[in-house]
């Protein structure tokens, strides 16, 4: 005679058998999405800032070695965007005289890096490139040393950001022998403006390679496509418009340094 508990045990067993198939279809599933995600991952590759698995690796490494180089805490104070000026005040247009083709705009950049030897190159990046570059965005008060300041939003990339990825000014993983540039030297296209930067200046956080104002397109008059804006200089170091920009071992020229100004323009 079959005991009801027999019955029993048998009905346990099946439960627990549809557990332990719904618990393993759950872990299959699960499993599956995730190595979904991980191929995904794995092509696509890009992260929060939009980068690409490689270029983050690199801008890890380099980032490192930046912040031991330069622990920077000389902070300009930020706001918030909505305290921009919306139309902010427009001042100087050396090397703006004439207008440029922005779409054919190309950015030189000559590499002077001092590592093993004096070791010259060059290279001509598009907008595009840099808009590749991790993207930052900065609310602060400009200051004109002829008076005035203002509050407003730039967006674009960190200078130094820019020096990482493309391994520019000696600014590299390779550790200890690295030299860096002393100075970057930036012109407009016409070489009719000129300003020059020293390094701890350029890899300041706040130093940006910008392309927007107020979330959109830089205006011709503010620098399209490409200006500097350095916050812990007076305006004068932020060039509109730049067309070249060359790492270089000695204080480059400087369109307001020669005409009686101090090279440094420090706040
Ligand atoms: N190419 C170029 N960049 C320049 C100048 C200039 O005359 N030509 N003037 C500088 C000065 S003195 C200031 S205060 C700021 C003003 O920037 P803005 O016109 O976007 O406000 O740009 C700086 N960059
Ligand atoms: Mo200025």
Redesign the pocket.
């Known amino acids: 005679m079959k005991s009801d508990s027999e019955d029993e045990l048998k009905d346990i067993s099946k439960q627990e058998m549809r557990r332990t198939t719904i618990k393993s279809l759950a872990g299959f599933i699960l499993g599956a999405l995730g190595l979904l995600g991980g191929i995904k991952w794995l092509v696509a590759g890009t992260d929060a800032e939009g980068l690409s698995r490689p270029l983050r690796k690199v801008l890890e490494t380099n980032r490192k070695v930046a912040t031991i180089f330069f622990s920077n805490k000389n902070l300009a104070p930020v706001f918030p965007k909505e305290q921009a000026a919306p139309e902010p005040r427009l001042?100087?247009n050396i090397g703006l005289e004439r207008s440029i083709d922005v779409e054919n705009w190309m950015l030189n950049v000559q590499n002077n890096s001092l590592i093993h030897g004096i070791n010259k190159s060059s290279m001509k990046l598009t907008l595009d490139d840099i808009k590749q570059l991790p993207k930052t965005e900065l609310t602060f008060e400009f200051k004109?040393?002829?008076g005035w300041s203002e509050i407003s939003n730039w967006g674009g990339t960190k200078f130094s950001d820019f020096m990482l990825v493309y391994g520019l000014g000696g600014l590299t993983d390779h550790g200890q022998d690295n030299l860096l540039a002393e100075h970057v030297s930036l012109e407009t296209p016409d070489g009719g403006y000129y300003v020059g930067l020293d390094m701890e200046s350029a890899l300041h956080p706040q130093t940006l390679l910008c392309y927007e104002m107020n979330g959109k397109p830089l205006s011709s008059e503010h620098g399209a496509p490409l200006r500097l804006i350095v916050p812990c200089k007076?305006?004068?170091k932020s060039i509109k418009r730049i067309g070249k920009i060359a790492f270089v071992g000695n204080q480059p020229a400087d369109y307001w340094a020669e005409r009686g100004y101090d090279y440094y323009a420090g706040l």
């Open positions: 001042n100087g004109c040393i002829e007076y305006g004068i």
